[in-house]
């Protein structure tokens, strides 16, 4: 089961996050971290930025979980663009070393596989930084995706769009297409760390951590990990039936096991 973790708030959530992710990289300064979008782990980078002044991230690399098909990289809401501004550039990281899946419609067809074959070659994802949809989507798998699935083209659903519109000047300017890493490369990383804000988030959390793992609700996905984290806040959390359990659980955890 993933481990349930209730916050008083986001900036709490970012950093007991960010914490685990600068431990990570003072160990291991060629860390390899999956960087999701949207506005949940926007407190985790924030809180980042003063736990690595010092830090060596020359060697740490980043794969975005997703990109929007068709999207002109320099437009300010491609994900190219806000893994710049958000992450690469507040974190001194390397940009050659931070890569989003291509979304660019030439060769589309290529791209999945290529993102594939980079995170193998960089060693895998050592933590991999999740927001969840309120229609249960993690990177942008929608509801029926496949647990083996690996990087491709999915059609964003209606929902999605809606969710995503406040990045745009309206709806239709939300592109149709996106490329994503599947479920079944978010399961090979090895550390999942799953953040959600919010009574909106509240069916879906409760979904994915206390419903069945069912392609129906992707981010359900994370009771198959071996190690997956799940930062709420209390309203995320509000639909939890076990949050009882959760609080006790954490509060009587040992301390050498860390997030
Ligand atoms: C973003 C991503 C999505 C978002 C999800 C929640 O890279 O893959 O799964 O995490 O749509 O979005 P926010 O955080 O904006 O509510």
Redesign the pocket.
Known sequence: MAEIVIVRDKAEAGALVADEIAGLIRADPEAVLGL??????LPVYEALRPRLQGVDVSRVRGF???EYVGIDPAHPES?RSVITREVVEPLGLDPSRIRTPDGSPEGIEHHGDEYEAAIVEAGGIDLQI????TDG????NEPGSSFASITRVKTLTEQ?RR??ARFFDSIEDVPMHCI?QGLGTILRARHLVLLAFGEG?AAAVAGAVEGPVTASLPGSAIQLHPHATVVVDEAAASHLTRAGYYRYAYANKPDWQGL
């Open positions: 999701a979008t949207g506005s949940t782990p975005a979980l997703d994900y999740l927001g969840i949809g989507h993690i990177g942008f999605t969710d995503n994503t988030k």
